[in-house]
């Protein structure tokens, strides 16, 4: 049993990814590194797919190009919209025996819809969300959460693995995707926290210096705080590379999630209505530390 299923796992070389963006290119790379062939979809910016292309990628112009050159295919996207969009529209040129592996920030709801949905065509959905940044994806040390059936999961862990440090299963498909819920709302409410509470130091004369030196003595200190607040005491308010958009997207998923669980998470509402005033006031695009950039901070509480 075993041997049938490594020996599935070597014939499973044909790679698709969708998606090729900030974090998607990093893990597209290192699945080709870990030799695997690889086709991507045209993506908006060109940069990461003429890359991977000179490495030795093939590019696809439609999904019905790629699904027909891939066994297994990734997705990196932005939303459970996109994704669901995508799943249309590759569904009817999919094939029985193939796996998607979605590295979306996604709705569990929405992931389980999609496993029910293709399972009747004998496709497998794995959901395998993905914690740290673009450099850590860039070096194959990315963190996977994945949600998936052992067996499918035996089958995907190889490839998975080509891009990350850590691969945990946290059960069938749709627990990554609740797990990954759990991880963004720690990370982007203590990003709220944080640029509220420096916001508030900046305006009453505190010095973020010492104000960092003291936080990081003691239980505040975090990796978000690391990305945020370290940079930014060198004028770089880049360091924490997510998007105010994501954010907010990420904290709705969340709240969704847990009211369907018959739970009225009232913490969550400030931390919301934070990240809508910023997306309102056009700051979407930007970096969830860029809140700390005294220009941004200025417009967000004139």
Known sequence: MIDRELERVRVMTKVGFVGVGL?????????????????????????????????????SQTLAELSAASDVIF??????????AVVAELKP????????????????????????????RGVDFVDAPITANPEKAELGQL??????????????????QSY???????????????????????????????????????????????????????????????KMITPALEGDYRGHEFTLANSWKDIRYFAEFAESLGRKPTLVEGVLDSLEAVNDAGF?????SEMLDPEVDAKLNA
């Open 93 to 120: 040129d999919l094939r029985a025996g193939q796996i998607i592996v979605d590295a979306t920030t996604a709705r569990p709801q929405s992931t389980a819809a999609l496993q029910e949905e293709l399972k009747e």
């Open 23 to 59: 974090m998607g290119h990093g893990m597209a790379k290192n699945l080709m590194k870990a030799g695997n062939d690889l086709t991507v979809i045209a993506h908006r910016n060109r940069a990461p797919v003429d890359d991977l292309v000179g490495l030795g990628a093939m590019e």
């Open 143 to 160: 963190t996977s959460l994945v949600g998936a059936a052992d067996e499918v999961f035996r089958q995907v862990e190889p490839l998975i």
């Open 284 to 288: 979407g695009d930007r970096y969830v």
């Open 164 to 226: 990350s440090a850590t691969v945990l299963h946290f059960g069938p498909t749709g627990m990554g995707h609740t797990a990954k819920l759990m991880n963004n709302f720690v990370t982007q409410a203590t990003g709220q926290l944080l640029a509220l509470s420096y916001s508030v130091a900046r305006q009453a004369g505190v010095d973020w210096t010492k104000l960092h030196a003291a936080m990081s003595g003691g239980a505040a200190k975090s990796g978000t705080f690391e």
């Open 75 to 84: 997705f990196c996207l932005s939303d459970s919209s996109v994704v669901e």
